[in-house]
């Protein structure tokens, strides 16, 4: 879910990355992918909380972040239904 939502809203959204790839910011994270890696990186100070590399995952997200990427997944869809974007 959290992954699946990152990378559909870097392909929509995302700009290009001064490091190359597409990246985008928003309130609490930041997300970048370039190839098969995928970042997310929290605002707070935690850092990098989730990174996915050649399929593997690691990382230290809270239910927290997640529970706020099922938000954000739930605006965006509302989002491209409103505009007409799938």
Same mark, same amino acid.
């Given at each position: 879910?959290? $992954?699946?939502?990152?990378?559909? /809203? =870097? ?5 290009? #990355? #001064?490091?190359?790839? @597409?990246? !985008?910011?928003? %309130?609490? !994270? @930041? =997300?970048?992918?370039?190839? +098969?890696? =995928? /970042? $997310?990186? #929290?605002? *707070?100070? @935690?850092?990098?909380? =989730? @990174? ?11 239910? %927290? *972040?997640?529970?706020?990427?099922? $938000?954000? #997944? +739930?605006?965006?869809?509302? %989002?491209?239904?409103?505009?007409? $974007? %799938?």
């Amino acid at each position: 879910m959290v $992954i699946e939502t990152a990378q559909k /809203t =870097l392909t929509l959204f995302g700009t290009p #990355a #001064a490091e190359g790839g @597409r990246s !985008y910011e928003g %309130e609490r !994270y @930041r =997300l970048w992918m370039k190839g +098969q890696t =995928l /970042t $997310i990186t #929290a605002k *707070d100070s @935690r850092g990098e909380i =989730l @990174r996915v590399q050649n399929m593997e995952v690691e990382g230290n997200i809270s239910s %927290e *972040d997640v529970k706020s990427f099922q $938000i954000f #997944a +739930q605006r965006l869809e509302q %989002e491209l239904a409103t505009n007409g $974007i %799938e």
